[in-house]
């Protein structure tokens, strides 16, 4: 069966130049001028990457991206104008699983459809059939211990606090937020930290490093921040 990718943009001449150019790379391709075409000609298919750019006419890609999130577990790839990084990050957000700026290179963005496919796929084995978070309020429990997001604590049993530095905990909350998720090294750095990083950036690594040993029953052998090799991290709130 072929891997399907939609993509939504207005640009004509963009959307016959992504098609023609994926259908020789053997997937099958969906193309939509605007969300509303996407809502009224997608339900019932099965998409496995959704190209949506973000400034189109009427419904916008962001507000897309969300309806596409709440449905399933589609991939998303933003495609943002140059200049505009509060559109990416905000996409980032949202749900999407990458961005790219416009205009792109089409073997770039076959690269990043391939890697977001990979991610997809990972996420179900890395996760397993562990639960989210319990969520009150402003707080997230996991294992023995409860993510205080809005007075940025964390604490262990009987209220026990947990020392963090500020970005360990931003790096914490950038997981905690997006459970059962694979999250690249660049996402997140956006997420934590708001900024962009290059992928190579192994930062991220030595923070998760020092946040295992402390929140980890056994930091050699992780239960709720876990490695996907080649693609990054999944935080999986029930330990499994």
Known sequence: MKTTVAIVDDEEHLREAVAEYLDLQGFEVLSFRSAQ????????????????DIAMPGEDGLSLARHIRRSGSTGIIMATAAGRPIDRIVGLE????????????????????????????????????????????????????TLDLDARRLTGQEGSPIELTAMEFDLL?????RPNRVLSRGQLQEFAHGRSADESDRSIDIRVTRLRKKIEP???????????????????????
Do not use: C
């Open 173 to 177: 909350q950038a997981l905690a937020t």
């Open 37 to 52: 075409a996407f809502r009224e000609g997608s339900p019932g298919r099965t998409i496995d990457v959704a190209i949506l």
């Open 94 to 145: 949202i749900g999407a699983d990458d961005y790219l700026v416009k205009p792109y290179e089409l073997r770039e963005l076959l690269a990043r459809i391939k890697s977001v496919l990979r991610r997809v796929k990972a996420a179900p084995a890395a996760t397993g059939t562990a639960t989210p978070a319990a969520q009150e309020g402003r707080s997230l429990k996991f294992g023995h211990l």
């Open 218 to 240: 056994d930091p050699e052998h992780p239960r709720f921040i876990k490695t996907v090799r080649g693609e990054g991290y999944v935080f999986v709130p029930g330990g499994a």
